[in-house]
């Protein structure tokens, strides 16, 4: 099949993911595991499998390929998402988020609240999901706002900007370590990469939320009522977080941010020791084991386990029903990443990955741009981060592995994706809905602050990946 013909199917299956999601309120699973079966019949996959022979190798066929594809990405995503939520829920019910937006503030003093939270949610994005970890904060947001009489967007603003900053390039978040596994990233890599960018986009959500703050905003009724009933009642919030008992203590900052870094430091270790020692050796393959990130995320998940569960007086059943609550909401999001990922072998076993990879060289499109403007574009047009990164992983996988990329510019161009899912966040985005109406912003008031800051932070990590692209590239790395 020519080249323009697999460049326009796929672009129609994109069109029709798009419609189905959007106009037709599909769900994403549903709409990515049926537009893939469409592509595929369109692009001549075979109905069964045929087996390789002397002169052409193995064919898959549509259903053997979409299998293939999910359980080629659900099995390095699956774990990493199910061990980093139960993670997360555990410092959430054991009341450590407050812990941690505690002592930033008495880090940096009364007078830089703002900062002091924008600070703690980076650092408590990493291990638990955007929305939710969002949700834990609104208490902590409305009473620091309520403390200072100002508006809760203040402090809320920023805070939600670098927690899905930090969803959508940090791994074990879902679309991350996805698009990692569909173009062959090395999640190590991009976890050194990420936290720097990350950090400095804390500086620039602090500040553009200050600039996007300098007007007031009238609060939504029903967020006002809330707002003005918080700290009246013992449920506060009505965020509906669980809470802990009145006899319970938090646990230490210092506990949670251990338990948050454990696991990137494991991983650091086994990144190191695959550049520094050589292959085959024994220290190396010690190294790579103790930076796997499913053992990582287990070894802080055992220290969650302990520190917050038993040594505080959590009974072994409590914290198995904890660890468990966490994982029915994830469902989804793994059933959306398996999707994604055979969305995209149905792109590659067609051939649409090779025409683009061909299509590309001979235009000398920059294939950084390119990555982030795609995923761009996806992210405004059907609002999940993690649908456009999948996506786009999959338009690129055969460029990338054509191209002969070293690890590290795989995983900038893993970042360079992530980012181009950040920026545009409108009403199709469940985020959008949850940010706005937790701090009492109208639609219109949410396009002109939420959706501008989140793209903001998008160009801007871009343009600090860009830079990295650059170094990396005239170093050989």
Not at 200 to 227: H, K, W
Not at 231 to 234: A, K
Not at 269 to 284: D, L, P
Not at 338 to 357: H, Q, R, Y
């Given at each position: ?48 499998t ?25 099995g390095?995503?699956?774990v990493l ?82 927690m ?66 918080f700290?009246?009642?013992?449920s ?32 650091m ?16 393959a ?20 302990f ?28 059933l ?25 060289t ?14 761009a ?67 219109a ?10 793209t903001v ?21």
């Open positions: 099949m020519s080249t323009p013909v697999l460049l326009a199917i796929a672009a129609g299956g994109i069109a029709l993911l798009l419609l189905l999601i959007i106009r037709f309120k599909v769900q994403a699973f549903v709409a990515l595991i049926l537009v893939s079966i469409i592509v595929g019949l369109a692009a001549g996959l075979p109905l069964e045929i087996p390789a022979t002397e002169t052409e190798p193995e064919t898959l066929g549509i259903i053997p390929a979409i299998i293939s594809g999910v359980g080629g990405t659900l390095s995503v699956a998402v199910a061990l980093g939520a139960m993670l997360g829920r555990i410092i959430e019910i054991s009341g450590g988020a407050s812990s941690l937006a505690g002592r930033f503030t008495g880090l940096l003093g009364p007078k830089r609240v703002s900062a002091a939270l924008t600070g703690a949610a980076l650092v408590l994005a990493i291990p638990v999901f955007f929305d939710v970890g969002f949700i834990i904060l609104v208490p902590i947001i409305y009473g620091f706002s309520k403390a200072a009489g100002l508006n809760p967007v203040k402090f809320g603003l920023p805070v939600a900007g670098i899905l900053a930090v969803h959508v390039v940090v791994p074990p978040h879902p679309g991350i370590v996805g698009g990692a596994a569909i173009l062959g990233a090395d999640i190590g890599w991009i976890t050194a990469l990420s936290m720097p960018i990350v950090i400095i986009l804390g500086f620039l959500a602090q500040y553009s939320g200050r600039f996007l703050n300098r007007r007031e905003f009238e609060m939504l009724p029903a967020t006002a009522d809330t707002f003005r009933a700290g009246e009642t013992e506060g919030s009505g965020s509906g977080t669980a809470t802990l008992s009145k006899t319970e203590a938090p646990p230490s900052a210092g506990t949670v941010l251990t338990l948050i870094l454990a696991p990137l430091a494991l991983i270790v086994g990144t190191v020791g695959a550049t520094v020692f050589e292959e085959g050796t024994g220290i190396r010690v190294t790579s084991f103790i930076g796997a990130p499913i053992f990582a995320l287990l070894v802080a998940l055992a220290m969650a386990f520190l917050l569960g038993v040594r505080r007086g959590w009974t072994l059943s409590h914290i198995g029903e904890v660890m468990e609550s966490a994982l029915p909401p994830i469902a989804i999001v793994v959306v990443t398996g999707g994604g990922g055979a969305f995209a072998k149905i792109l590659t076993t067609s051939g649409v990955g090779d025409a683009l990879a061909d299509t590309l001979a235009t000398g499109l920059p294939v950084l741009a390119l990555a982030f403007v795609v995923s574009v996806l992210r405004l047009a059907q609002g999940s981060a993690t649908v456009a990164i999948l996506t786009t992983s999959g338009l690129l996988a055969a460029t990338v592995a054509e191209a002969g990329y070293s690890e590290v510019q795989v995983a900038v161009l893993a970042l360079a994706i992530g980012f181009g899912s950040l920026g545009f966040s409108h009403v199709n985005d469940s985020g959008f809905w949850v940010v706005t109406r937790y701090l009492g912003l109208s639609v008031d949410g396009l002109r602050t939420w959706t501008v800051l989140t932070l998008g160009l801007a990590g871009f343009l600090l990946t860009s830079i990295v692209w650059f170094i990396v590239s005239a170093v050989g790395g």
